[in-house]
């Protein structure tokens, strides 16, 4: 029949997990677990280093920050997820595709700035540590924190503006439950050369980057740790760091994985794209409040004291 273009109100179909039931409880009741899980710890943290004086370090100014993100990405994913799978609510109008789609990279890219500012803070710390203070002020954070913020915005904007534009037709079946730009542009019946040369260029401009400094930070901080003298010195050095590094094998893990297999793995199983793809936006917000209450000790230390003041007031 060749290909049509319509002149209805554009809708597309979110897809649930291949192989089970829309309206499986086997997938909402866990997706439901993950987003509690995900909003109290991170709200938690977000709690403590506000209420707890001794928590406003750059560091921990900086994990808000990430907390933060995490929030804004999981709750950009959380109104179509759960329209799938909890009422089995698949049509979504294009126009709001797009706003999913940019907040989804937006949120993407500021985790990504963050991480590279926690970084930063983990160089001058083991690298620097007398000149950690008069360099890491609270002028500097608000001004990395602001430019994080405006790149995320930026950069992803051209995405949507571009996407906007390209006409649709063919099938309008998304390979998920929420809207990604690889996924959209699978379903473009235009030319989509520009809009995939933008798009592997902001990619490797603002990640591609950001994982070079990371990568160039962590090899400057091991070089400073293996000139340490004393082991038990080395050992509390890169204790401070275990932390920062799970998180970006958290976040970045996913997001390769995801994009090389939209660019090089459509001979894959769908379910295996449908799987990485929520792994890439539900691991990393759902086990980063986990990982730095296990690892830090002022965050273990207030959570203990909270816990004990709790069982206290309950035995009053």
């Not at 001058?124 to 405006?150: D, E, H, N, Q, W």
Request: proline share 5%.
């Amino acid at each position: 029949m060749g290909l049509l273009l319509v002149s209805d109100p554009l809708t597309f179909i979110l897809t649930g997990i291949p192989g089970l039931p829309m309206s499986s409880y086997w997938m909402a009741l866990p997706l439901c677990c993950l987003y509690l899980l995900m909003l109290l710890g991170n709200c938690t943290l977000l709690w403590m280093i506000k209420t707890d004086h001794s928590l406003h370090t750059p560091m921990y100014y900086f994990l808000s920050m990430l907390a933060m993100a995490d929030l804004g990405l999981s709750l950009t994913t959380l109104p179509t997820m759960l329209a799938v799978f909890c009422f089995k609510s698949t049509s979504f109008h294009f126009e709001a595709c797009i706003v999913q789609m940019y907040f989804i990279h937006s949120f993407s890219e500021i985790e990504s700035g963050v991480l590279v500012a926690m970084a930063f803070d983990r160089f001058m710390a083991i690298c620097y540590p007398l000149r950690y203070a008069s360099v890491l002020t609270s002028t500097l954070i608000m001004k990395a924190g602001a430019a994080i913020f405006v790149r995320g915005i930026c950069v992803v904007l051209p995405v949507a503006v571009l996407i906007k534009k390209m006409p649709f037709c063919r099938s309008r079946v998304l390979s998920h439950s929420f809207c990604l730009h690889q996924d959209l542009l699978r379903l473009v019946c235009g030319d989509v050369r520009v809009n995939s040369v933008y798009g592997l260029t902001m990619v490797m401009l603002t990640k591609g980057l950001d994982s070079l400094t990371i990568l160039l930070s962590y090899t400057m901080i091991i070089r400073a740790i293996l000139s340490i003298i004393s082991q038990e010195a080395r050992a509390k050095a890169f204790s401070t760091c275990i932390s920062h590094l799970c998180a970006i094998l958290i976040f970045y893990i996913p997001l390769l994985g995801l994009s090389v297999m939209h660019r090089f793995g459509k001979h894959l199983p769908p379910l295996t794209h449908a799987l990485m793809a929520d792994a890439y936006l539900l691991v990393p917000p759902v086990l980063n409040p986990l990982v730095y209450s296990w690892k830090t000790k002022q965050i273990r230390r207030r959570i203990l004291i909270l816990l004990c003041q709790r069982r206290s007031q309950q035995h009053a």
